[in-house]
């Protein structure tokens, strides 16, 4: 059981837009930033957004993330093939004082 | 070019001891925080434990799951990281990924390492 909850599965068509949500509490999301990360199959995760909103150079910006309150949100819009992929939220949790990360979303693309 | 590549995974008995290393290059390995994470089979990302730079005098921290049993050591002369796992578990089985971590989050990864702990 995962301390940040993702929906298991989600899917969409060529050139939609998609959202993947990210819950938690305040201990975690909110209090601190939210992370996303996007791993390609058989592959080691990818940085996609940092603090909360943020794009590393190189991601293109069809990526968006948000926070509100204790949870976020990943955004995908204009849906390639090449998104399809495992998605995964992250935070620093005080409490525990360590990293939790949610349990990953796979993106189908139909 | 930033490079992280990790060694030492292998098929292992419950209870026996394990140690992993995580070659960098491409940057100053003193100057940044670094990350353990795993992920077992079919599962999701599971953070096991982090260094902190010289600036912060290498303390570490880990997850309940495996503190008291791992410990994260790094020679920046080598440029190398490195994660002893001792009285390992079937639930330890998982890929292992060594990451850099920068103002707060894991911004590179290395291609990760399997490690099997079964009789």
């Known amino acids: 059981q995962s301390v940040l909850t993702q929906p298991p599965s989600a899917s969409g068509t060529p050139g939609q837009r998609v959202t993947i949500s990210c819950s938690g509490s305040s201990s975690n999301i909110g209090s601190n930033y939210v992370y996303w990360y996007q791993a390609l199959p058989g592959t080691a995760p990818k940085l996609l957004i940092y603090k909360n909103n943020q794009r590393p150079s190189g991601v293109p910006d069809r990526f968006s993330g948000s926070k509100s309150g204790t949870s976020a949100s990943l955004a995908i819009s204009g849906l390639r093939s090449e998104d399809e992929a495992d998605y995964y939220c992250a935070a620093w949790d005080d409490s525990l004082s360590g990293r939790v990360f949610g349990g990953g979303t796979k993106l189908t693309v139909l | 070019e930033v490079q992280l590549v990790e060694s030492g995974g292998g098929l292992v008995q419950p209870g026996g001891s394990l140690r992993l290393s995580c070659a960098v290059s491409?940057?100053?390995?003193?100057?940044?925080?670094m990350d353990w994470v795993r992920q077992a089979p079919g599962k999701g990302l599971e953070w096991v434990g982090r260094t902190r730079n010289k600036a912060n005098s290498y303390t570490t921290d880990y997850a309940a799951s495996v503190k008291g049993r791992f410990t994260i050591s790094r020679d920046d002369s080598k440029n190398s990281l490195y994660l002893q796992m001792n009285s390992l578990k079937t639930e330890d089985t998982a890929v292992y990924y060594c990451?850099?971590?920068?103002?707060?989050?894991?911004?590179?990864w290395g291609q990760g390492t399997l490690v099997t702990v079964s009789s």
């Open positions: 990451a850099r971590y920068t103002y707060g989050s894991e911004d590179y």
């Open positions: 491409g940057f100053t390995l003193s100057d940044h925080y």
